[in-house]
């Protein structure tokens, strides 16, 4: 006997009993408090099942929605969470990479080859992990959405983290001590990974995106910019990785934080 | 929804004609507007349609939906700025089946309300897809994210904490069998 069958008992609007009655309530956790007292709470729980509510003509609206999804958007979103990460996170990587073939850093001989590898798996692990959680949307369970805002903050403290714990770049006191222009690499990085928030934006489903969402959709447009700035700038001054580097996430959060606020949804 | 999407449109109206109602049934329970609860199940079977490809055929759609359709409802009533409160209660204003009810049950419902209102967001939210909409503890997991050894002891401290706040005088809705008795009463004296 299942939870479900005492349930429907007392829907029955008897109090269920007999012998696999009594074998469940001495295994089941949760069940026989329902009986307790007269089974008060078994009755009154069934007592306030309300019957189902009809539709009425909701299906013509449901139907109207379904038909004006057309489109390149609407096909994007429409593709399975999976499909959509991996293209998101793709996205990102080349990023990364052309950096790397294209405008690759100065001393990128000098410093240390499997640092910077590490580091960049760091770094594409946690766009594999918050793009499927990202794009996951409304059929995540609740508990994964009510963590989303916990989620969001460590995306954004990620690229300080491994500013502070994996100081990438050359010994030499020219690269040490450069301050270098921390606003120049904030804004390279900033307007280089606009792709990667515009796909997002092609691949979320929802209409009305709770805000944790898109601050965690920006904290990983700043992970995929650090992913980007680490083969291209040659800085490892702490205050420039900090300033110019790690900030772009938070400006993005801030940015589609703020979106957040505009009305987006009229029916 | 195996059928849905593998291209048959028309198995769309049926889960809709399945589930439509579950739904409308969970959203009015907490909401006080019809509307709204029409534009959150709207909603509720848009995304359903974006996101078919996502859907695993030999899972059970009912904890699916259900799974959408709460995160659409925490997110309205976090915009919103409110918690649900006397859900029950607001009910009986919509839902004329609850008007026929004796005085007695009204109060016994409303007091119920009451309570479950206070409990811990986690354990109500196991109670009410458990008894008022309708699904089996397992499927309950599905939705919230626990495994089911959890959401069965968090439906049993539920379940303490309603029995204490009910109290052991709190009055019974009436079997089955007396209700029928009842009606043979009143039938008779008429």
Redesign the interface.
């Known amino acids: 006997m299942e939870c479900a069958e005492i349930r429907r008992g007392f829907l029955a609007g008897r109090v269920p009993a007999g012998p696999a009655v009594d074998a469940h309530l001495k295994s089941c956790p949760s069940c026989p408090e329902l009986f307790d007292h007269g089974a008060v709470l078994g009755r009154q729980l069934a007592e306030a099942v309300l019957p189902e509510a009809g539709a009425g003509d909701l299906f013509a609206l449901v139907e109207r929605d379904v038909k004006a999804e057309v489109g390149l958007r609407a096909r994007l979103r429409a593709l399975a969470t999976p499909v959509r990460s991996a293209a998101l996170v793709g996205v990102a990587v080349a990023l990364g990479l052309s950096q790397l073939l294209l405008h690759r850093r100065e001393d990128f001989a000098d410093y240390s080859a499997p640092l910077f590898w590490v580091m960049s798996a760091v770094l594409v692990l946690a766009l594999v992990a918050g793009s499927l959680r990202l794009l996951k949307g409304a059929s995540a369970p609740l508990a994964a959405q009510a963590r989303e805002g916990r989620a969001a903050v460590q995306w954004l403290l990620l690229p300080a983290l491994i500013a502070l714990l994996m100081p990438l770049g050359t010994s030499s006191p020219k690269w040490l001590a450069a301050w270098g222009s921390p606003g120049a690499c904030f804004s390279y990085g900033a307007v280089l990974v606009l792709p990667f928030v515009l796909l997002y934006w092609l691949f979320e489903r929802r209409d009305d995106v709770p805000r944790a969402v898109l601050i965690s959709a920006g904290a990983l447009a700043g992970i995929a910019a650090n992913l980007l700035l680490y083969a291209h700038c040659p800085s490892s001054h702490l205050g420039h990785l900090l300033l110019g580097h790690a900030t772009i996430g938070v400006a993005w959060a801030l940015v589609l934080g703020l979106v957040s606020r505009s009305p987006q949804r009229s029916r | 929804m195996g059928a849905y999407v593998a291209g048959d449109a028309a198995a ?2 049926v889960i ?2 399945r589930y ?3 739904l ?2 969970a959203m ?2 907490e909401l006080y507007v019809r509307e709204e ?3 959150l ?3 509720t ?3 359903l ?6 859907f695993d055929p030999t899972q059970k759609l009912k904890p ?1 939906v259900f ?2 359709a ?3 409802k ?2 309205y009533f ?2 919103k700025k409110r918690r649900p409160e006397r859900s ?1 209660d607001a ?1 009986s204003a919509v ?1 004329p ?2 008007a026929a009810l004796g005085a007695a ?1 009204v109060d ?2 409303r007091t ?2 009451r309570v479950l209102a206070e409990l811990p967001p986690d354990q109500r ?1 196991v ?1 009410e897809l ?3 909409d ?1 699904l ?2 397992p499927e309950v997991a ?5 495994s089911v ?1 959890a959401v ?2 968090r ?2 401290r539920g ?2 904490r ?2 204490q706040a ?1 109290g ?1 005088d ?1 009055p ?2 009436p ?3 007396e ?1 029928a008795a009842g009606n043979r009463d009143r039938a008779g004296s008429i």
């Open positions: 769309f109206r809709f004609e439509a109602p579950l409308l049934r009015l329970r609860a029409n534009d199940v709207q909603q079977f848009l995304l349609h974006r996101a078919r490809a996502d699916w799974t959408i709460m995160n659409l925490r997110e976090r915009k029950l009910e839902e089946a609850v049950q016994a419902r119920l309300a939210e109670i458990h008894w008022f309708g089996e503890f599905q939705v919230v994210g626990a050894s069965k002891v439906a049993h379940y303490v309603l029995r009910l052991d709190a019974l809705p079997l089955a069998a209700a």
